[in-house]
């Protein structure tokens, strides 16, 4: 029995600010529950990594997509209310021919109209900046397999390191890794790993200074 066929259950995601950008957490569960050698969850994440903004720009970034997941849910609800809604005095008014229904199915569209309006309207706005940087953002899918002899495997190593301080760089530091994972990105775009070498290694001096200016007296390893 193939496992992958066993977990297709999911539940909503999650999504919330980082260093690149944002990430969406999705959790997995399998619908026979307990079987022996599954997981009964797994959780996947997914990494945007949104490209050439100044920390202000991203954080109205940040903003719009927290806002617009969090709206999500009770959009879904209100547009599922009013199309069950919308369909069934559609039925009623096919069957008695009252003009009643009619209005009312009219009033239901402009109901749901407006509510997606007002979450476009109330929603942080972007600028002409913020919208193009989304455009070009990279999604980054991480998994439990990964190929050791992957030339993307150093990237997700510094990314992990920059993560782990994260909590410790100062907005400079965060530009410049964001700039750093932009540039080997490009370079495992263009097979090129030297340069993957170059700017992964560059992320994790700036991943280890960060740690020791939050720990005093530990030195610096030298990096390979």
């Known amino acids: ?3 992958d066929l066993l977990s297709r259950s999911h539940t909503g995601a999650e999504v919330g600010p980082t260093v690149w950008g944002y990430a969406s957490v999705r959790t997995t569960s399998c619908l026979l529950g307990e079987v022996p050698g599954v997981r009964p969850r797994l959780e ?17 970034v940040q903003r719009h997509v927290v806002w617009r997941a969090t709206a999500r849910p009770g959009r879904l609800v209100v547009t599922t209310g009013l199309v069950a809604a919308v369909a069934a005095l559609a039925g009623s008014w096919a069957l ?11 009033v239901g569209i402009v109901v749901l109209a407006t509510v997606h309006g007002l979450v476009r309207a109330l929603g942080p706005r972007l600028g002409r900046t913020e919208r193009l940087a989304l455009r070009r953002a990279v999604e980054i899918r991480r998994t439990r397999a990964v190929d050791a002899s992957s030339v993307g495997t150093p990237v997700l190593v510094a990314m992990s390191a920059v ?7 100062d907005e400079a530091g965060r530009a410049l890794a964001r700039e750093l994972l932009w540039s080997a990105l490009d370079a495992v775009r263009r097979g090129d790993h030297d340069d993957v070498r170059h700017a992964t290694t560059a992320m994790l001096r700036l991943a280890v200074r960060a740690a020791q200016s939050a720990r005093p007296g530990i030195t610096e390893e030298p990096l390979a």
Do not use: C, F, N
């Open 1 to 3: 029995m193939r496992t």
């Open 44 to 60: 996947s994440r997914t990494d945007v990594v949104v490209p050439g903004l100044t920390p202000r720009e991203l954080a109205r």
């Open 96 to 106: 008695t021919g009252r003009p009643l229904p009619l209005v009312a199915l009219v």
């Open 163 to 169: 993560e782990g301080a994260a909590e410790v760089l």
